[in-house]
């Protein structure tokens, strides 16, 4: 079993539609969650951390669920600029992230 | 502010030679990690240094090394290179090395390696 598991998508939504993704994660010791986003070619960018509490920020909330080993992203009011590969991404012992195989996202017109 | 500094950003090499990869972090960030993505996969963790010792360590082959200088920078080694070497080699850094939300990692623009 992978240490991070994530749909690969593609996900195509229209512009407007409000979207989510789901990851599940291994190991039950993990601490810390992220949610990563990556445009072709490019790097990895922090969208943002997850905590237990849930959080918000603007149009995506994140959610974790500790007893399910389940971390949720949505998105809200798609736009055409959120098309990218959404990495889930949790810290286990050492501190290294590990990364999931990423969900692709494509909003259309 | 600068963000993390990568370079070189492109890289064609043959298999057997050896590469080293260089990267800075953000000022005040003493924490690296390097990581390889291959196409289709996400990033898979290599190494972690932390005032200039290694504090983790992935499952990769003693071909990769690395290490961390006094003013945090830090360089990727790789022997004998192979084809299966061939990916985007990313830099991260952040401001410590765990225990608070401080230790979210930023990366660096990446190095593509290609191995012929």
């Known amino acids: 079993r992978k240490e991070v598991e994530q749909d690969p998508g593609p996900f195509n939504v229209p512009e407007g539609a409000t979207v989510a993704f789901n990851c599940t994660y291994s190991?039950?010791?993990?601490?810390?969650f992220f949610w990563y986003r990556q445009d072709c070619r490019k790097e990895p960018k922090l969208l943002m951390s997850?905590?237990?509490s849930g959080n918000e920020d603007g149009r995506f909330t994140a959610q974790l669920n500790r007893a399910s080993q389940y971390i949720s992203l949505l998105i809200r009011d798609s736009k055409l600029s959120d098309s990218a590969t959404y990495l889930c991404?949790?810290?286990?012992?050492?501190?290294?992230?590990?990364f999931g195989t990423g969900t692709q996202l494509k909003v259309e017109l | 502010d600068a963000g993390v500094t990568q370079s070189p950003t492109h890289l064609i090499k043959t298999r057997g030679q050896q590469v080293t990869l260089r990267c800075s972090p953000i000022?005040?960030?003493?924490?690296v990690s390097w990581y390889q993505q291959v196409l289709g996969q996400g990033p898979q963790f290599i190494f972690q240094?932390?005032?200039?010792?290694?504090?983790g360590r992935g499952n990769f082959p003693d071909r990769f090394s690395a290490r961390q200088f006094p003013n945090y920078s830090s360089e990727l080694n790789v022997n004998a290179l192979l084809l299966g070497d061939s990916a985007l080699y990313l830099c991260?850094?952040?401001?410590?090395?765990?225990?608070?939300?401080?230790?979210?990692?930023?990366f660096g623009p990446g190095t593509r390696l290609t191995v012929t």
């Open positions: 000022s005040g960030h003493k924490s």
């Open positions: 190991n039950s010791a993990s601490q810390s």
């Open positions: 991404v949790v810290t286990g012992g050492g501190n290294k992230l590990t």
């Open positions: 991260a850094s952040s401001l410590v090395l765990s225990g608070s939300q401080s230790y979210e990692q930023y």
């Open positions: 997850v905590y237990s």
């Open positions: 240094y932390y005032e200039k010792e290694e504090r």
